[in-house]
């Protein structure tokens, strides 16, 4: 049974940080692509940033040089540390897996049921 649990999210100002956790059981974890995505009300579902299987990691324009995607191969976990928060990242982040590399596009197979992000101004 693969499973996705995110954490770490919750309400921070504008220019504050927060770091989203997602812990993979039941999955072959090294071999796969990993990414996580947003999604804000009435909004369709984004790529945030992803990372496959050799670490290379891809990211949406708009969190280029605001946000980092890393992963913990030991202890199976994906993370997402986010900086220089603004109002427009607001949403609930969702992690997600496959064996493909979909990179920011949703087509994983594997979702966790979302943390939530809220930025003030």
């Known amino acids: 049974q693969v499973q996705l649990v995110e954490s770490g999210g919750g309400s921070v100002q504008a220019g504050g940080s927060l770091r989203l956790s997602c812990a993979a059981y039941?999955?072959?974890?090294?071999?796969?692509?990993m990414g996580w995505f947003r999604q804000a009300p009435g909004k369709e579902r984004e790529g945030v940033a992803a990372?496959?299987?050799?670490?290379?990691?891809t990211y949406a324009d708009s969190v280029k040089g605001r946000f980092t995607i890393s992963k913990d191969n030991a202890k199976n976990t994906l993370y997402l540390q986010m900086n220089s928060l603004k109002p427009e990242d607001t949403g609930m982040y969702y992690c997600?897996?496959?064996?493909?590399?979909?990179?920011?596009?949703?087509?994983?197979?594997?979702w966790g049921q979302g943390t939530q992000v809220t930025v003030s101004s």
């Open positions: 039941g999955y072959a974890y090294l071999s796969n692509c």
């Open positions: 997600a897996a496959d064996q493909v590399a979909w990179l920011l596009l949703p087509e994983y197979h594997y």
């Open positions: 990372i496959d299987s050799d670490g290379s990691s």
